[in-house]
C-alpha cells in the first residue's frame, strides 16, 4: 500500500542553523500538508499546499518558514533559522479525496 | 472547550472489553478523522466520517457523528493489547481549499493483558 515517507527520521541541528526536513507524498495525491507535535502536546497544522502554491497557512507558518515542491515527488520544509522551540515532531501528509495520510514524522532536536 | 477535545484523557481497560472515546468540536466541519499513534511514531489514518453521515464501521471500529451536538464517538469492540496508543479526532472546517486538520489533544487507551 502507499504511504508516505519521510527524511531524516532524526534531525539534530544548532540554534541558528537552517534545516530542511523531506517529504515523499503519496504519488497520486493533489494536496500536501505539514504538522507539527511538540513533545506532550497537541499536532498542530502549519501549512497546506495546493498546485504549487501555499494554500492556507497557520500563525506558526511564519517567516522562518518555507515550503517546496522542488520535482514531481518531494515536498519540503525548511526552517532558516532554527530556535529552541522548534524542536518537535513534523508529519508530511498527502491527501485526494480528504483523507490526509501522515508520514512517520521527523524529529527535530534544536540544541 | 477547544476544538477536536477528546474525553476520555485516559482510558484503561480489561483486553476483550470495548472502549468508547469521544470528541467535540466547535465549528461547522466538512469531515471528522480519527487516528492512532503509538508511543513517539507517526499517524495511522483510522477513519473518515464526513458532515452527512451518522455512522460508520470499519472492522472493529465504529465512528459515530453528531452534528447537531458537534460530538463524534469512536468505539474499539473486543479491544487486543496491540490496541494501546493514543487516538486523535481531528476535524476538517467547512470552506474551501486545502483546510488544515484541528486535532484534539487525544485519548491515552490502555489496554491490560
Known amino acids: 500500500e502507499p504511504e508516505v515517507t519521510q527524511t531524516p527520521s532524526h534531525q539534530v541541528t544548532q540554534m541558528g542553523q537552517e534545516v530542511i526536513l523531506r517529504c515523499v507524498p503519496i504519488?497520486?495525491?493533489?494536496?500536501f500538508y505539514w504538522y507539527r507535535q511538540i513533545l506532550g502536546q497537541k499536532v498542530e497544522f502549519l501549512v497546506s499546499?495546493?498546485?504549487?502554491?501555499?494554500?492556507?497557512k497557520s500563525e506558526i507558518f511564519d517567516d522562518q518558514f518555507s515550503v517546496e515542491r522542488p520535482d514531481g515527488s518531494n515536498f519540503t520544509l525548511k526552517i532558516r533559522s532554527t530556535k529552541l522551540e522548534d524542536s518537535a515532531m513534523y508529519f508530511c501528509?498527502?491527501?485526494?479525496?480528504?483523507?490526509?495520510?501522515f508520514g512517520p514524522g521527523t524529529r527535530l532536536t534544536v540544541l | 472547550s477547544q476544538q477536536g477535545e477528546e474525553d476520555p484523557q485516559a482510558l484503561s481497560i480489561q483486553e476483550g472489553e470495548n472502549a468508547t472515546m469521544n470528541c467535540s468540536y466547535k465549528?461547522?466541519?466538512?469531515?471528522l478523522q480519527w487516528y492512532r499513534q503509538n508511543s513517539g511514531r507517526g499517524l495511522v489514518h483510522l477513519i473518515l466520517?464526513?458532515?452527512?453521515?451518522r455512522e460508520k464501521h470499519s472492522g472493529r471500529l465504529r465512528v459515530t457523528l453528531d452534528t447537531s451536538k458537534k460530538s463524534s464517538s469512536l468505539l474499539i469492540t473486543a479491544s487486543r493489547a496491540a490496541d494501546t496508543a493514543s487516538y486523535f479526532c481531528?476535524?476538517?472546517?467547512?470552506?474551501?481549499?486545502?483546510?488544515?486538520?484541528?486535532f484534539g489533544k487525544g485519548t491515552h487507551l490502555i489496554i491490560q493483558p
Open positions: 501528509a498527502s491527501d485526494r479525496y480528504n483523507e490526509q495520510f
Open positions: 504519488s497520486n495525491h493533489l494536496y
Open positions: 499546499f495546493y498546485n504549487n502554491e501555499i494554500s492556507e
Open positions: 465549528t461547522s466541519i466538512n469531515n
Open positions: 466520517i464526513r458532515s452527512n453521515e
Open positions: 481531528a476535524s476538517e472546517h467547512s470552506g474551501g481549499g486545502a483546510d488544515g486538520l484541528t
